[in-house]
């Protein structure tokens, strides 16, 4: 098929490239007359398209001139039309936002896909299935390490596939995912879930196959944080991490599941804003308080172009990770921020400025300018720009993006309806979710629960949306005949303690289901101790189940515990007669389930689903902080009682 692509505005080359097949596929861009084409229109570009190209901003919000505040950005305008024009902006990022329904998502890449008719948009999104997701009507999935306790490897490629056709439909053609940060600390406030396990073979086997899954979808899948952000201890949304291993325990594990995916031809990487002073320990007085800090990988020509691209052989696009994040805005400059990824090889340079109103246009137009003051100047090489250009043009041919099918409108909404959050994806997420959930604890065959008709159930959870998932999943098993009619109460207890009300809902209880959601021990837990007597509400994460937990003993009530996110807040109820972890902490809210994993877990504490989960991480004890208290792999079948083999 013969598709015509003119260069932009500033190029006088108009050029046929011949793409092989029904959509650009990788076989398509492989020919040689392509890759010289491409070449040639980047030999053609200004500067300042060169330089659009290399940054992505994100348009979360909007405020419209005559308007008095920024709202979500959910459908196109001429004034976000007028900076895409403007600065040729090479893509942009979208957020939950940005995508609140369907149709509206499809209306609004279509629009923005407009505004940029010469060289299409990346759009892309961070839709990493689990806890991390935008699409307000798409398929959530259970998530990474969810799919870590399941060890099925299908289940991978089902859930890049899913993803990848939700998101192909929408009209978004760039995921930023998988995360394959192998997850080796369990104090990691920011990956945790989102990552697969803490062994780097089971990361690799789940991340090919999730970058697989995208793939044949043709979406860009773009693995994540390099070189690695799982045994990290700060936020780099907050703070600036530090890896300190020295480089052949890196290479070994937190490298290796990145090694794999670039061996198995995935296209994009997103770095990370985390220092690894065993591949660049240079220094750089920080903006914030003045002092040396190690330039952090994202920065880094070292990290980028040393190791990554000569040493492991990465010639895909690199983007950042937002640098509106606080470890790279408060430590360095905006302007200088983006300049500095840009020469240490990044491609684009995701989000460098805040840009919500035509006001704040200044934002972009500085960062823009000073992008194009560095490369006019030599301090960026116009050859490394015309290979990130390159680059970036090369996947942009190779997944069907600047020969886009030339579709209706209304042909691509009501394709999108059939797609996105349909029945198939959603029967395929609940049969993941239902074999990771991983029963740790079953003293007495406590589990599964059978009530009586009118038994009273009382749920406990964090917060409303995740009591309130928990109890239509019990009234859906009771509807469909799967259990007898129970009545059930439930409440949250965040920033709560336990008081002689929650206690008499406990005594009138026949069943009672806790939820645990411990990120970080609280001060409840000190050097070993567990400190049962500490009823302080802000100590709630900890104190509040604990104290149900002994109070239900007490009372010899049937009581499970179900871990919510990560799984080592188990190791904090020793005492609890049924354990298990689901690894999802999202509810019910705004008319559906925000992840399948609640329903999934109530699902085998009633017998509906046998779990067949195993855990892809140890759990260290609490109480004897140097032992583990639920080693890799462990596991308990339900009706045997007995550790599952894998």
Known sequence: MIKRICAPAGIALCLVLSIMGGNATAKGYEN???????????????????????????????????????TGFIEMNSEVASIIKKYHLGGVILFAENVVDTEQTVRLTDGLQMASPDLPLFITIDQEGGIVTRLQTGTNLPGNMALGAARQESYAYQSGEIIGKELSSLGINVNFGPSVDVNNNPGNPVIGVRSFSSDPDLVSKLGIQMIKGLQNQNMIATTKHFPGHGDTAVDSHYGLPLVSHDKERLRSIELLPFQRAIDAGVDMMMTAHVQFPAFDDTTYISKKDGQEIMVPATLSQKVITGLLREDMGFDGVVVTDALNMKAIADNFGQEEAVVLALKSGVDIALMPAQVNSLQMEKNIASVFNAVKASVVSGEIPLNQVNQSVTRILELKVKRGILNPEDTPIDKKIETALQVVGNEDHLKNERKMAEDAITLLKNEHKTLPFKPKKNDKVLILAPFDDQVESMSRSISELADKKKIKKVQITGMSFSGKSLTDQVARLIDESDFVITGSYIVKNDPAVNDGVIDDSIQDSSKWATAFPRAVMNHAKKKDKEFVLMSLRNPYDVANFEEAKAILAVYGFKGYSNGRYRQPNIPAGISTIFGESRPKGTLPVDIPSVTKPSESLYKYGYGLDIKSGRPIKK
Do not use: C
């Open 32 to 70: 040689e007359k392509t890759v010289s084409d491409i070449q040639e229109i980047v030999e053609n570009m200004t500067i300042d398209e060169k330089v659009g190209q290399m940054l992505m901003p994100d348009f979360r919000n909007w405020q419209k001139q005559g308007e008095t505040k920024a």
